[in-house]
């Protein structure tokens, strides 16, 4: 069993940047194939990124290209996302997922952890 817990959301300006953090207390975490959702209110919940399991491979949304980079430290089994450069549009509810499958994943049910999300709001 893998327990994710999402931290370091907040309230930030728009052009702000900010990193949010999950760790993970499972075994093997370096199995993983790790990714970050978000869900804006009235909203479907929709990929932003991903990363592979030595921390090489990584993909990312259209939306969040050039401006996100997610990273993992295996020793500490912990992802990240940094976001700079931040827009009141990536206001949303932000949440980690583990996928135990091969190769990347960009479907929630591509996915078979999840953390209970942290929020960030973007004011502009």
């Known amino acids: 069993q893998v327990q994710l817990v999402e931290s370091g959301g907040g309230l930030v300006q728009a052009g702000d940047s900010l990193r949010v953090s999950c760790a993970s207390s499972?075994?093997?975490?370096?199995?993983?194939?790790m990714g970050w959702f978000r869900q804006a209110p009235g909203k479907e919940r929709e990929f932003v990124a991903t990363?592979?399991?030595?921390?090489?491979?990584?993909y990312y949304a259209d939306s969040v290209k050039g401006r996100f980079t997610i990273s993992r430290d295996n020793a500490k089994n912990t992802v990240y996302l940094l976001m700079n450069s931040l827009k009141p549009e990536d206001t949303a509810v932000y949440y980690c997922?583990?996928?135990?499958?091969?190769?990347?994943?960009?479907?929630?049910?591509?996915?078979?952890?999840w953390g209970q999300g942290t929020q960030v709001t973007v004011s502009s």
């Open positions: 990363v592979g399991r030595s921390g090489s491979s990584t």
């Open positions: 499972g075994r093997d975490f370096s199995l993983y194939w």
């Open positions: 997922a583990a996928r135990r499958g091969l190769g990347p994943g960009t479907r929630d049910y591509n996915y078979d952890y």
